[in-house]
C-alpha cells in the first residue's frame, strides 16, 4: 500500500518483487511518500523509508 504521509494512496499487487502506483491526487506542494508491504508465503513484510517530494503545479501556456 502506498501513502502521502498517513493518507493512503492505493494498493497495488506485487508483480516479480515489484509494485507501481500511478496517481493523480497528489496536489501542488510538498508531500511525504512511503509504502507499506505487509508480506506473504514468499515475501516477508517490508516498510519503505519515506520520500519527500514537491509536486509542481500544472501551468496553463498561451503560444498565440
Given at each position: 500500500e502506498f501513502f502521502d504521509g498517513a493518507t493512503s494512496l492505493g494498493a497495488v499487487a506485487l508483480v516479480g518483487g515489484v509494485s507501481?502506483?500511478?496517481?493523480?491526487?497528489?496536489?501542488?506542494?510538498?508531500?511525504?511518500l512511503g509504502a507499506v508491504y505487509s508480506g506473504d508465503a514468499t515475501n516477508t513484510a517490508a516498510t519503505s523509508a519515506d520520500q519527500a517530494v514537491s509536486v509542481l503545479a500544472e501551468a496553463t501556456v498561451d503560444l498565440a
Open positions: 507501481e502506483l500511478t496517481t493523480n491526487a497528489l496536489a501542488a506542494g510538498p508531500h511525504t
